[in-house]
């Protein structure tokens, strides 16, 4: 698992699930270790080896993937990191290579990259084995770019177990969320906007603190939103705490991969008022267990509806529950290891 599981960023998050939820059984687990943690939680996982990254990075760091591709028969390297170096070792040790494309690769995200057209091809060296984790993006980047990704998606989990709650009634629309910790590009300018057409409900944001080049707090006291509140960082724990006072999360981005917060604020019974620019109707039922619209008039409505019918958050809240557990890791890793084995037989 070409993933640095002590240190945290979605590929590392992945990769560290996979390492832990794969069966030792069947599977001998080699993945790597970062030489600066910032994982408070994180421990190892009896069965699984580690391979520390040393410093200096850009000097010693394609040693732990050398080492790991010598060991397995099957490698997963989600990081793009080392590419070419770890595809000719791989044709050398015969070792099949395998990576996900876990975000749309539209104008949003190009234009966040040094070199574009590089980012594109580095996925296509990957194929055949070139995975993506949502129907919608192995369509719309065949369009978009030609990239050829497998028939198999490879959808990612949750940890269910973290966030899911009791049972309890809501009896009104109070508490909306959104949580994100790149800010700017997950639009959270929109979700203020938004706090000013429903003064009467309280907006709560978590994540990350810059907003346009300010403070959160700057940025709110500049355009007077009176009912928004900044909850800062939170670590899983503080975050499943808070969730329970949560009613709905408004997820304003409009560039997304397979965003699995959304998951995680649903086994928290907290359902979810999203765009469908990336295709959150593959995994959310709209009106059922979450919303799915195309515009901030739409998104408007469904929250006035909400307040209106209260009633039906309780069975919103319930449905939510139930799709984040359909995508618990320990339902998902029985699809990643058949893959596995498949490739490594291949």
């Given at each position: 698992?070409?993933?640095?599981?002590?240190?945290?960023?979605?590929q590392?998050?992945?990769?560290?699930?996979?390492?832990?939820?794969?069966?030792?059984?069947?599977?001998?687990?080699?993945?790597?270790?970062?030489?600066?943690?910032?994982a408070?939680?994180?421990?190892?996982?009896?069965?699984?080896?580690?391979?520390?990254?040393?410093?200096?990075?850009?000097?010693?760091?394609?040693?732990?993937?050398?080492?790991?591709?010598i060991?397995?028969?099957?490698?997963?390297?989600?990081?793009g990191?080392?590419?070419?170096?770890?595809?000719?070792?791989?044709?050398?040790?015969?070792?099949?290579?395998?990576?996900?494309?876990?975000?749309?690769?539209?104008?949003?995200?190009?234009?966040?990259?040094?070199?574009?057209?590089?980012?594109?091809?580095?996925?296509?060296?990957?194929e055949?084995?070139?995975?993506?984790?949502?129907?919608?993006?192995?369509?719309?980047?065949?369009?978009?770019?030609?990239?050829?990704?497998?028939?198999?998606i490879l959808?990612?989990?949750?940890?269910?177990?973290?966030?899911?709650?009791p049972?309890?009634?809501?009896?009104a629309?109070?508490?909306?969320?959104?949580?994100?910790?790149?800010?700017?590009?997950?639009?959270?300018?929109?979700?203020?906007?938004?706090s000013?057409?429903?003064?009467?409900?309280?907006?709560?944001?978590?994540?990350?603190?810059?907003?346009?080049?300010?403070?959160?707090?700057e940025?709110?006291?500049?355009?007077?939103?009176?009912?928004?509140?900044?909850?800062?960082?939170l670590?899983?724990?503080?975050?499943?705490?808070?969730?329970?006072?949560?009613?709905?999360?408004?997820?304003?981005?409009?560039?997304?991969?397979?965003?699995?917060v959304?998951?995680?604020?649903?086994?928290?019974?907290?359902?979810?008022?999203?765009?469908?620019?990336?295709?959150?109707?593959?995994?959310?039922?709209?009106?059922v267990?979450?919303?799915?619209?195309?515009?901030?008039?739409?998104?408007?409505?469904?929250?006035?509806?909400?307040?209106?019918?209260?009633?039906?958050?309780?069975?919103?809240?319930?449905?939510?529950v139930?799709?984040?557990?359909?995508?618990?890791?320990?339902?998902?890793?029985?699809?990643?290891?058949?893959?596995?084995?498949?490739?490594?037989?291949?």
């Amino acid at each position: 698992m070409g993933g640095y599981v002590n240190f945290l960023n979605a590929q590392n998050i992945n990769g560290r699930a996979l390492s832990e939820h794969l069966d030792k059984e069947r599977f001998e687990v080699w993945t790597m270790l970062y030489w600066h943690q910032n994982a408070k939680d994180f421990e190892n996982t009896k069965g699984v080896h580690y391979l520390m990254n040393h410093r200096p990075v850009r000097l010693l760091g394609w040693i732990p993937y050398l080492r790991g591709i010598i060991h397995c028969d099957a490698a997963y390297l989600p990081k793009g990191e080392w590419t070419k170096f770890c595809l000719f070792i791989s044709r050398l040790f015969g070792c099949k290579v395998f990576t996900t494309l876990e975000g749309v690769l539209d104008e949003v995200f190009l234009s966040r990259q040094k070199n574009p057209q590089e980012t594109i091809n580095r996925y296509k060296l990957f194929e055949p084995d070139l995975y993506s984790i949502t129907k919608y993006m192995a369509e719309s980047e065949r369009e978009r770019h030609g990239l050829q990704c497998r028939e198999k998606i490879l959808y990612l989990g949750t940890e269910t177990s973290r966030f899911l709650q009791p049972p309890h009634e809501k009896r009104a629309l109070r508490n909306l969320v959104m949580i994100g910790n790149d800010l700017n590009r997950k639009r959270a300018v929109e979700f203020i906007k938004m706090s000013f057409e429903f003064p009467e409900l309280v907006f709560n944001i978590i994540g990350g603190n810059d907003i346009g080049g300010l403070t959160f707090n700057e940025y709110v006291k500049r355009v007077g939103a009176n009912n928004v509140v900044y909850r800062g960082m939170l670590d899983h724990t503080q975050l499943s705490a808070l969730l329970q006072d949560m009613d709905l999360m408004f997820f304003p981005s409009r560039s997304e991969g397979f965003p699995k917060v959304m998951l995680e604020t649903a086994c928290a019974g907290v359902p979810t008022l999203c765009y469908g620019d990336y295709g959150a109707d593959e995994w959310i039922t709209s009106g059922v267990d979450g919303f799915v619209v195309n515009t901030f008039e739409e998104a408007k409505s469904v929250i006035q509806e909400l307040i209106d019918h209260p009633e039906r958050l309780n069975l919103l809240s319930r449905n939510a529950v139930e799709l984040g557990k359909h995508f618990d890791w320990k339902v998902l890793i029985k699809e990643w290891e058949e893959e596995i084995i498949r490739l490594s037989e291949s």
